[in-house]
């Protein structure tokens, strides 16, 4: 699939939304991010699945145009951009949106053209679904490091380099000792990247279909070679 890259799933949703209303929409995305109403996102904090999420706002009039001879598309609507990186399923990460900050969600798609509101969930998929861009590539330079992979490695580097400084000059008991007590604090940092288990046993069984129907092909074009050979012989 295009939209995956190791344990990592792309997501963009494009939805159209009032030219006037997209103006106020900006003045929000402003107000979220001020104290006094930065508690309606506080639930992302929770959402360790998240690399990457931004949103934006584009007028019919700004879009790019390669050079002058393209010609300026006609909209009637300003466009609302999301753009985000995770890992897990594409209904994992829909729902833990839906669960953790339903509120925020609201307010970031507040007047959306056809928002259904982020709960209950099934019109709230309808949506994404009906609004999902796939992507047509998508590259990671670390596609088996989830999000807490990469916040691990940070913390097991920064234990190391303070170990190797504390203990350059210790007695190999010490140290021993030291080091024991290293690995004890580092247990849940440690760990081997791999591709993620299973997320979804319905596209599971599909795979694992392609594959038994693919050997069986194979199986098929082997046992009518010797018929053909023979056929080949007789004449």
């Given at each position: 699939?295009?939209?995956?890259?190791?344990?990592?799933?792309?997501?963009?949703?494009?939805?159209?939304?009032?030219?006037?209303?997209?103006?106020?929409?900006?003045?929000?995305?402003?107000?979220?991010?001020?104290?006094?109403?930065?508690?309606?996102?506080?639930?992302?904090?929770?959402?360790?699945?998240?690399?990457?999420?931004?949103?934006?706002?584009?007028?019919?009039?700004?879009w790019p145009r390669l050079d002058e001879?393209?010609?300026?598309?006609?909209?009637?609507?300003?466009?609302?951009?999301?753009?985000?990186?995770?890992?897990?399923?594409?209904?994992?990460?829909?729902?833990?949106?839906?669960?953790?900050?339903?509120?925020?969600?609201?307010?970031?798609?507040?007047?959306?053209?056809?928002?259904?509101?982020?709960?209950?969930?099934?019109?709230?998929?309808?949506?994404?679904?009906?609004?999902?861009v796939w992507t047509s590539h998508y590259?990671?330079?670390?596609?088996?490091?989830?999000?807490?992979?990469?916040?691990?490695?940070?913390?097991?580097?920064?234990?190391?380099?303070?170990?190797?400084?504390?203990?350059?000059?210790?007695?190999?008991?010490?140290?021993?000792?030291?080091?024991?007590?290293?690995?004890?604090?580092?247990?849940?940092?440690?760990?081997?990247?791999?591709?993620?288990?299973?997320?979804?046993?319905?596209?599971?069984?599909?795979?694992?279909?392609?594959?038994?129907?693919?050997?069986?092909?194979?199986?098929?074009?082997?046992?009518?070679?010797?018929?053909?050979?023979?056929?080949?012989?007789?004449?």
């Amino acid at each position: 699939m295009p939209n995956i890259a190791g344990k990592a799933f792309a997501m963009n949703l494009i939805t159209p939304i009032e030219r006037w209303q997209a103006a106020f929409n900006k003045i929000q995305f402003w107000a979220i991010r001020q104290p006094i109403l930065s508690f309606s996102l506080r639930g992302l904090v929770t959402l360790s699945m998240i690399h990457y999420a931004r949103w934006a706002i584009v007028q019919p009039t700004e879009w790019p145009r390669l050079d002058e001879s393209q010609p300026k598309e006609k909209l009637h609507y300003a466009y609302q951009l999301f753009f985000s990186n995770f890992n897990g399923s594409w209904a994992q990460y829909v729902d833990s949106f839906s669960v953790a900050i339903p509120s925020g969600l609201n307010l970031l798609w507040f007047r959306n053209v056809g928002w259904p509101k982020a709960v209950p969930e099934q019109p709230f998929h309808r949506y994404v679904e009906h609004n999902e861009v796939w992507t047509s590539h998508y590259y990671s330079a670390y596609p088996m490091a989830a999000s807490n992979d990469v916040k691990s490695a940070q913390r097991v580097k920064q234990a190391l380099t303070s170990f190797a400084s504390r203990t350059k000059d210790m007695e190999a008991a010490a140290f021993e000792q030291a080091y024991n007590e290293l690995l004890n604090e580092l247990q849940a940092d440690l760990s081997q990247m791999a591709p993620t288990p299973i997320v979804s046993l319905a596209n599971a069984a599909v795979e694992e279909r392609m594959r038994q129907d693919a050997e069986a092909g194979d199986e098929q074009d082997s046992g009518r070679a010797p018929a053909m050979m023979g056929g080949s012989h007789a004449e």
